[in-house]
């Protein structure tokens, strides 16, 4: 007979929060589930099995800033899943004109089933979050870009074979998006991250030593310098991101962080098998040389596919009512 310990973890939902801000929200285990759906899913996808899990269902996607993959994933990750997605650019909406963030939540509750925001400021998302009765996905903020270190979690897996014990190289802007949701995805699963970045573009304080108690508590590490030979010796990952995130071009000209930048002289002092992660798009030339992303140990266009596949997971779990 199962314990009432075991029952109870059985009828536990995958995530236990209704929304999807940050990957600090999640569990290593929940994120590991997610993972492992999102597996599944891409196995069904490439046998040509779309099931209808999402049949009948909307995610209302509101855009404040670019995006190809993000858009263009969540749209036809919808669409696959049996439901439809409605683009909603900031400049044709109410929003553009001064309609509140908690108004706009409210209103789109009442037709959407969930709503995926890009935006700036990380306290936007979280007004979402708190008026929508919907489930809410972070699909970028200034501050994190959960869904995308999803993606290259899978990747990872999917070339490494394992998360654990990996070590996960990151240069360049440490205060930004990519290496805050890769500090937590790499701390909550147990991989080791240096981060190299200049100095004055360390990660978020509350972030990084959140995170590295967490990784003392189970065993990995967190480290950050301002040495890339150092981050990147016996890398097993190498990761890099644009040195001027969106709503940054302005200090384009200050962010030169040319002896951070990704090529071959770096790279040699990685393990021979490493792999070169980069969320996109990139500038080649800037943060990562042509040789490095279209080169052989480069993984980006599976790490941008991936970002159907673990969106698609994301939104069964959210939007399905099973
Ligand atoms: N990586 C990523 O989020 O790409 P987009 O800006 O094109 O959505
Ligand atoms: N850090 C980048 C990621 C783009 C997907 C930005 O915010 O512009």
Known sequence: MKSAVTKAKEARPVLQQKDFLTLHALDGSEMMALLDEAVKLKKETKAGVHKPYLQGKVLGMIFEKASTRTRVSF?????????NAIFLSKQDIQLGRGESNADTAKVLSRY?????I?????DIIETYAKEATIPVINGLTDMHHPTQVLADLLTIYEYKG??????????????????HSLIEGAVKTGIDMTIACPAGYEPDDGIYQTMKQEAEENGSTLTCSENPIEAVTNADIVITDVWASMGKEAE????????????QTLCQHANEDYIFLHCLPAHRGEEVTADII???HSVVFDEAENRLHVQKALLKILLSNE
């Open 75 to 83: 749209e036809v990750g919808m669409q696959q899943l049996g439901g």
């Open 112 to 116: 959407v089933d969930g709503l995926m």
């Open 118 to 122: 890009r935006t700036f400021g990380h």
């Open 162 to 179: 394992k998360l654990a014990g990996l070590k996960l190289a990151y240069l360049g802007d440490g205060h930004n998006n990519m290496c």
């Open 252 to 263: 384009s000209e200050e962010r030169h962080f040319h002896e951070f930048q990704v090529n």
């Open 294 to 296: 279209d080169g052989p």
